[in-house]
């Protein structure tokens, strides 16, 4: 599409964006027609892979099977398109596990609030019972802007600092202390 190539880091740091957000923050001056192409692009390779496997991070099934046992409703809310988050949740099978998603093909991409103001709907809660769990700075920003508490998770996309930005409740550092730490705080964050 005649755009300059970017840095891996400078890549890796749109990670949780919506296609065409992602994009615009990648190169402000891109047309339609260049954002097109590169989707188009991105979509064909992106969708080759179909069948490779994806592996989790150690402990994710367990913190869920806690939270789930503990009553905790869950949710998605993900850069995605729908395409590719039923891909994952095929793939990985966690899908039995959300009660609801959102995906940025299908309304506001993070960092706008509009994800978590849908699933609070759903859910017949405050936003403020809700607890976003984030590896970008920008799930971090989307709970602020909704009024809803965060975690941040250290060894995903975006480092520590910023996702401190975004004045999370406490930065984990491997998934599994995110049930000991709601253990300690002794009232529910959201259900």
């Not at 850069?79 to 940025?104: H, N, P, V």
């Not at 017949?124 to 508490?149: H, I, K, P, Y």
Request: hydrophobic share 35%; charged share 25%.
């Amino acid at each position: 599409c005649d755009l300059p190539e970017l840095s891996y880091d400078r890549m890796k740091s749109i990670i949780g964006l919506g296609m065409k957000e992602a994009l615009y923050d990648l190169y402000p001056q891109i047309t339609s027609d260049q954002i097109d192409a590169l989707r188009a692009h991105y979509s064909k390779r992106f969708h080759q892979n179909e069948g490779a496997e994806l592996s989790l991070f150690p402990g994710v099934v367990d913190v869920l099977e806690s939270l789930r046992g503990a009553g905790y409703r869950l949710a998605v809310a993900t850069g995605k398109s729908r395409r590719g988050l039923d891909m994952a949740k095929e793939q990985t099978g966690l899908g039995e596990y959300f009660e609801i998603e959102r995906c940025a093909d299908e309304t506001q991409s993070k960092p706008h609030p509009q994800m978590l103001h849908e699933l609070a709907e759903h859910f017949g809660v405050d936003e403020s019972n809700m607890l976003m769990v984030g590896d970008t700075s920008f799930d971090l920003e989307m709970a602020a802007r909704a009024g809803s508490a965060s975690v941040g998770v250290s060894y995903g996309v975006h480092d520590t600092e910023a996702l401190l930005k975004h004045n999370p409740k406490r930065i984990v550092d491997e998934i599994g202390e995110l049930i000991g730490w709601l253990d300690s705080v002794k009232q529910p964050l959201g259900n």
